[in-house]
Nanobody, 122 residues
Framework: EVQLVESGGDLVQAGGSLTLSCAFS???????IGWFRQAPGKEREGVSC????????YYSDSVKGRFTVSTDKAKNTAYLQMNSLKPEDTAIYYC????????????????WGQGTQVSVSS
């Protein structure tokens, strides 16, 4: 089983930028790393996913063009670069790993980090 630890959450002003990190260790069979977020009173939402095999990336419509996902395999770390942040981006952000294909559906991910808080003020 893989272990994941997120970091980088903070309070930023609208229009600002933030980069989240996800350090993963343990099993090497995971094929994709996903980023999810959950705002108070809302369901967990898939934000982005990157395939470990070919580097393909996927984004939700709500963040496409503003967020960029990447990985550094040498450091076993995934990143989520977030630009042009909006108040509606406020949520706890989680990274997760799956041995299946890249998807924005949380149910396909078996390993999860503890989350990091991102707050965007207007």
């Amino acid at each position: 089983e893989v272990q994941l630890v997120e970091s980088g959450g903070d309070l930023v002003q609208a229009g600002g930028s933030l980069t989240l990190s996800c350090a993963f260790s343990g099993s090497t069979s995971e094929t994709a790393i996903g980023w999810f977020r959950q705002a108070p009173g809302k369901e967990r939402e898939g934000v982005s996913c990157i395939a470990q095999t070919d580097g393909r990336t996927y984004y939700s419509d709500s963040v496409k063009g503003r967020f960029t996902v990447s990985t550094d395999k040498a450091k076993n770390t995934a990143y989520l670069q977030m630009n042009s942040l909006k108040p509606e981006d406020t949520a706890i952000y989680y990274c997760a790993a799956t041995v299946k294909y890249c998807t924005l559906l949380a149910g396909f991910f078996g390993s999860w980090g503890q989350g990091t808080q991102v707050s965007v003020s207007s």
